[in-house]
């Protein structure tokens, strides 16, 4: 495990959301598309509805999808497919 490792916890408890006030964050919608993505910040997110894979530059292709409580870190460089319609809660840090 290095410092641009994506952590993912498949469907946390609702009260570990409740805690994280997921329901407070803001919603990003995507329809499928490809397309390069870098992060700047740190990004934690709950996948609402939809299913995509994201590969790490240089990495293995990681497929997410609705129930996903996600991290990505500062400084990834990778791409998103999106295959199917997204929409999820996200947080910047």
Same mark, same amino acid.
């Given at each position: 495990?290095?410092?641009?490792?994506?952590?993912?916890?498949?469907?946390?408890?609702?009260?570990?959301?409740?805690?994280?006030?997921?329901?407070?964050?803001?919603?990003?919608?995507?329809?499928?598309?490809?397309?390069?993505?870098?992060?700047? &910040? &740190?990004?934690?997110?709950?996948?609402?509805?939809?299913?995509?894979?994201?590969?790490?530059?240089?990495?293995?292709? &990681?497929?997410?999808?609705?129930?996903?409580?996600?991290?990505?870190?500062?400084?990834?460089?990778?791409?998103?497919?999106?295959?199917?319609?997204?929409?999820?809660?996200?947080?910047?840090?």
């Amino acid at each position: 495990m290095n410092d641009l490792d994506i952590l993912v916890e498949h469907k946390p408890s609702p009260a570990k959301l409740d805690v994280l006030g997921v329901e407070g964050w803001p919603l990003w919608r995507r329809e499928p598309a490809i397309f390069p993505w870098r992060y700047t &910040q &740190q990004e934690t997110c709950y996948v609402l509805r939809g299913r995509f894979l994201v590969t790490p530059e240089g990495g293995v292709p &990681q497929e997410f999808r609705r129930g996903d409580l996600i991290r990505f870190p500062a400084g990834l460089a990778c791409t998103w497919e999106v295959l199917e319609a997204v929409e999820k809660h996200y947080r910047l840090d």
